[in-house]
């Protein structure tokens, strides 16, 4: 098994990351409107942890937009590269993350991230982050709103009420099945909010989360458990932790 390393320079402390952070949302693009849903290829990226083990196992998984069905997939298994501090998630995520993407054997797409990208307290979260990195449109769908503010959105599918911090939109509240909690999306890199809307509707024909995130997390979750039973010859342990909302 080959464990992902922290590269050269990465940042090390809070003041070198945000540093970073602040260098690099200024190449955010915002004024693109994304490939066409239901078009192409669209890859959900996602994590798990052992912390104890200090290990982070990340899956890309690429489906067809139009079908849904699995085109290819990938995992790479990486050390913790960051601790963890509020707003600065992606850099515990994002080395080992880029290892599953170049392992993927077509490009990936549009790329759907487990959080957030300009729903972000300092405009850059993780989707935004991979996309500038890597030059890929990407998205960002949430579980939950973060430190940000909605009306809740009518009970319909495809019904949306605006994300706020303040009175700033930074995505939006989306209902994905009728009568069940909203997701919440975000604009990560090359695609407009209403572009990440609609392929977030097109992912979502059954549940509330998009198939991308449903099958990269059961997918990141299996290798982590086959990375810690071969470093712990446990043959199936079950010590994963789900990433905090702080991205």
Not at 127 to 150: D, E, M, Q
Not at 156 to 167: H, Q
Not at 202 to 222: H, I, K, M, S, Y
Request: net charge neutral; with cysteine; hydrophobic share 45%.
């Amino acid at each position: 098994m080959m464990i992902v390393g922290v590269p050269a320079g990465w940042p090390a402390t809070e003041e070198e990351a945000r540093a970073v952070q602040d260098e690099l949302r200024g190449r955010v693009v915002l004024d693109e409107s994304g490939p066409a849903p239901g078009t192409g290829r669209v890859t959900g990226v996602d994590v798990a942890y052992d912390d104890g083990l200090d290990l982070v196992a990340a899956a890309a998984v690429v489906l067809d937009a139009a079908t849904l069905d699995v085109v290819a997939e990938a995992t790479a298994v990486g050390r913790v590269s960051f601790p963890y501090v509020p707003g600065l998630l992606a850099f515990r995520e994002i080395p080992t993350v880029r290892a599953a993407l170049d392992r993927l054997p077509c490009p990936p797409g549009l790329v759907v991230c487990d959080g957030y990208g300009l729903a972000h307290p300092r405009r850059f979260g993780l989707a935004s982050h991979l996309g500038v990195l890597t030059g890929l449109p990407t998205i960002g769908v949430a579980k939950n709103p973060f430190t940000f503010t909605y009306d809740d959105p009518e009970p319909a599918r495809g019904d949306r009420a605006p994300l706020l911090a303040g009175t700033e939109v930074v995505g939006c509240a989306l209902r994905t099945r009728e009568g069940v909690k909203p997701v919440f999306v975000s604009v990560g890199h090359r695609v407009s909010l209403a572009g990440a809307v609609a392929h977030t509707l097109a992912l979502t024909p059954r549940f509330r989360l998009p198939e991308t995130t449903r099958r990269a997390d059961a997918l990141c979750r299996q290798a982590l458990r086959r990375a810690a039973a071969d470093l712990t010859g446990d043959p199936a342990p079950d010590r994963t932790t789900r990433r905090t909302p702080a991205s």
